[in-house]
Every structure is written in C-alpha cells, then in structure tokens.
C-alpha cells in the first residue's frame, strides 16, 4: 500500500494534494482502490459544480457495487480527468498520477487542516481495518 506525504487524507480514503491558488487535486487512496478491486466505471461530477465536505461527489463501479466517494472539503469543481472515465483501471494503475478525479477551487484552506497527514492516515487504516 502507497500512501505519499506529500498528500492529506480523509477518513473516506480519499487523498487531496495542494496545487496553488486555493486549487486542490483529489483521488481515490491505493488503500481503497486495492480494496475496490476491477474498476468498470466512473462517474464524475461536471466542472462548475459544488462539492462539499462529507457528501457524494464521484461515484466509481467495481463489480455489481456503485461506491460513492465522499468530499474531504468544500468548493468548486474546475476540471475532471475524463481519462479516468473512458479508462477506470488508470485509478487503479496510477491513484496518485493518472487516476486523480477531480481538482477544485477550495472555499477555504482552513479544510486542508481537518485531514490526516500522511503517517496519521497509515495509523488510521492499521488500527481501523474500516471496509470500504
């Protein structure tokens, strides 16, 4: 399992980088892909849309089971990797690169600080063992 430092964390196993500019890029862990399996689609929300903390913002397919993907923090969609729903296995080869889902304009920064580092996600996930 890869967790990068670099990155903040969620509960909902979904990692968000800083980009610039109150931007924000967010994927799916390689925790919860590992766990997720085969992927067979993605669906994503549009650029514009709002997303915000602790509701749906994606949904992915692994088998016969939709998985919602749940929003780490608050703001405005400004682009989706449409690479990701035309190939859904680029989250699973590449969670960190290829596979992200969205970027965003955060409507604030103090969000990034309500996420787990890097070394608190790795706790999080040996302590809880939570299913995705």
Not at 10 to 27: A, K
Not at 40 to 55: A, H, R, S
Not at 116 to 132: C, G, N, R, V
Request: net charge negative.
């Amino acid at each position: 399992m890869l967790v990068l430092d670099e990155l903040r964390y969620s509960e909902d196993h979904i990692w968000v980088r800083y980009e610039e500019n109150h931007t924000v890029t967010l994927g799916i862990t390689d925790f919860a892909q590992l766990q997720f399996g085969k992927l067979n689609y993605v669906e994503l929300p549009n650029e514009g849309d709002e997303i915000m903390t602790c509701e749906c913002f994606a949904n992915v397919e692994c088998g016969r089971l939709f998985n919602d993907l749940y929003a780490p923090v608050c703001g405005r969609v400004v682009s989706v990797n449409r690479e990701v729903i035309d190939n859904p296995a680029l989250i699973s080869y590449s969670p960190y690169n290829q596979g992200w889902i969205i970027r965003a304009k955060l409507f604030s920064l103090y969000d990034l600080d309500m996420l787990m580092s890097a070394d608190d996600y790795e706790q999080y996930i040996l302590t809880k063992h939570l299913p995705i």
